[in-house]
Each structure stands twice: as structure tokens, then as C-alpha cells.
């Protein structure tokens, strides 16, 4: 059974871009591990600048292996280095009873 994950990565101070970099490469790369689902992935920007990223994991045990593969270990590497990882209750639009985010397109 599949997981969906909401993930948000906050850019460090000018790695805006440097984030889309690694976000438009993350569903590619853990497609090819066969990781996560063919569902398609959603990406969006908060009004803060946050990115949102939502995709289903294939199943817990495709999380735990994740951990353990190099190549999404390079990826989460370029991720630590341009972004703080959030939580998602502090994304200001969460609070609004129906939010809306920008949608990021590749």
C-alpha cells in the first residue's frame, strides 16, 4: 500500500533557485529507484517562499530502503544544502480554511 508524504523545504537565504534545481530532480530520481508511485507528484510555493512537495511512497519499506540508497543520499545531501526542511504547520496558508498555493512547474 502506498504512503503520501507532504513534504516543505524552506530555501536558505539565495538558494531559491538552487532548491528548484534539486525538487525538479527529486521525483525523476526516486522514480527511477522505484521508490515512489507513477501518481503525479504536486509542487507548489507558500507565500513565504516555502516549496510544498506531495508523492506517494510506494510503501514504508520503499521509505526505509530510501535511507540506505545512494543516489536519494546525494539528493537529500543537495537538499540539506539549500534548504531547511518545515513542518507543515508553519506554513502561514494551512491556517486558511481552503489555502492556495503557486503552482511550480518544470
Request: glycine share 4%; net charge negative.
Amino acid at each position: 500500500m502506498g504512503v503520501f508524504v507532504i513534504a516543505s523545504y524552506h530555501p536558505k537565504p539565495g538558494k531559491d533557485y538552487e532548491l528548484l534545481e534539486v525538487v525538479r530532480d527529486h521525483i525523476p530520481i526516486l522514480r527511477r529507484q522505484k521508490l515512489i508511485t507513477d501518481r503525479p507528484a504536486h509542487i507548489m510555493r507558500s507565500k513565504s517562499g516555502s516549496i510544498i512537495e506531495v508523492f506517494e511512497w510506494k510503501s514504508e519499506q520503499a521509505v526505509a530502503d530510501a535511507h540506505k540508497n545512494p543516489e536519494v543520499l546525494k539528493l537529500w545531501d543537495r537538499f540539506n544544502a539549500c534548504c531547511e526542511y518545515g513542518k507543515l504547520k508553519d506554513v502561514a496558508e494551512l491556517n486558511e480554511m481552503f489555502p492556495h498555493f503557486e503552482p511550480v512547474e518544470f
